[in-house]
């Protein structure tokens, strides 16, 4: 990870190894299918969270906000150990997602890990490219490729 680049795990209060996993992400991409446009990914100080920079154009409509990405750790408790995230965007919206790395594979579920809407793209064996889509309940959705700028 770029900002943390240690071997601690979550016991030692590290940021756990699924989030670690999304350092792949760090960068610039360019978006293109459904929605066109560029997202840049950064770790926020300390690795503890990563930060998603949005700028689309998805159905005509200007998509431009922050996702703060990391595992829920509430007061006085143990961090989650999900990786989930908050939309914030700059038409007042939040939305929620669950981060998912296994191997290649990305999911982004949107709400709830398992939930019907979701994105799952495969990353090539390089790294420069995700190609996968967005699912929506009912047969919505959209192709969506990611390449690294």
Known sequence: ????????????????????ALDRL????RISGGAEGTVRYEWMPGG???????????????VTGLEVIGCLKPFGEPPGTDVVSRFYGSDGSTLDYVYELTGDTLTIWAGAKGSPAYYE????????TATGAWVYPGG??????????
Do not use: K
Request: charged share 20%; aromatic share 8%; proline share 4%.
């Open 1 to 20: 990870m770029t900002a943390n680049n240690n071997n601690d795990d979550r016991t030692a209060g590290g940021p756990s190894e699924a989030l670690r």
């Open 26 to 29: 760090t960068g610039t991409w």
């Open 48 to 62: 503890f969270f990563l930060l998603q920079h949005i700028d689309l154009v998805q159905d005509g409509e200007t």
């Open 121 to 128: 793209g495969t990353f090539s064996p390089d790294g420069t």
């Open 140 to 149: 919505g959705g959209y192709a969506s490729t990611m390449t690294r700028v």
